[in-house]
């Protein structure tokens, strides 16, 4: 496998390109051709139709909108819950054991590509060394650093089995624990985004500010991280 990574390593971004294309062509394709009129109609039966193909792809991107649309599908009785979170932990799973593969194998690759991301990189290593193996569950739910600790942890000798084992049940759980309460509470969240859709000027800005905090809480975060490797080296 080693050997293959090594091989594909220079086309990677254009294979990781051509199969966004591909998947994207096939849900555009589809939706053109849905027997249903209106963009909205047309979403929802793609959504009905392909839903747990759109959801696997989704969970390899690591993105809550599928996940939530999966727990409002199944609230609906158009996909089965179980089904779904298997699914969805499939796909978020895949994700990250590509890209820890990505750090174990292509590690010059690593540093040269994502060079404006040492900073990142460094908090990743500081929480991997300070928390062990509950970053693999945590990182998750941390905004901005899902792609960068699985490939930081990729870069270190950290056991790949272990890191495939905690990374499937932390997958799962992740999963089950957004699409099970969207589930139950389908019609309360249905009511919501209702809502939403009608004053999308008011849940505009909040959506703004909820994004502000993380980005300032990260760089505030990766600061103290440098300042911490200024004073080692010197």
């Known amino acids: 496998m080693k050997e293959l990574f090594r091989k594909i390593q220079p086309y990677s971004g254009k294979i990781f390109a051509f199969l966004i294309v591909i998947f ?70 895949v994700g990250d054991q590509i890209y820890f593969y990505i750090g174990r194998f292509n590690k010059d690759y690593v540093h040269k590509k ?3 991301q040492r900073r990142k990189f460094a908090f990743a290593h500081l929480l991997l060394q300070k928390y062990g193996w509950p970053i693999i569950f945590a990182q998750r739910y941390m905004y901005g650093m899902r792609t960068i600790i699985p490939i930081s942890i990729g870069l270190t000798r950290y056991d790949a089995k272990m890191f495939a084992f905690i990374n499937l049940i932390s997958a799962w759980v992740w999963a089950a624990l957004t699409i099970v309460p969207v589930w139950y ?30 980005i300032y809480y990260f760089n505030k975060a990766t600061k103290k991280v440098d300042k911490k490797g200024e004073k080692d080296e010197d």
């Open 24 to 93: 994207f062509s096939f849900l555009a394709y589809n939706l053109y051709y849905a027997p249903v009129d209106g963009l909205e109609e047309k979403f929802v039966y793609l959504l009905k139709k392909h839903g747990y193909i759109i959801l696997f792809a989704w969970g390899i991107l690591e993105g809550e909108a599928g996940l939530i649309m999966a727990g409002l599908l199944s609230h609906s009785g158009h996909m089965n819950l179980y089904i779904a979170i298997f699914v969805a932990g499939l796909g978020g799973f």
């Open 185 to 214: 509470f389908g019609n309360e969240i249905l009511i919501v985004l209702d809502w939403v859709k009608d004053h999308w000027y008011f849940a505009l800005p909040i959506g703004l500010i909820f994004g502000g905090t993380i």
């Open 114 to 116: 994502f060079k404006g």
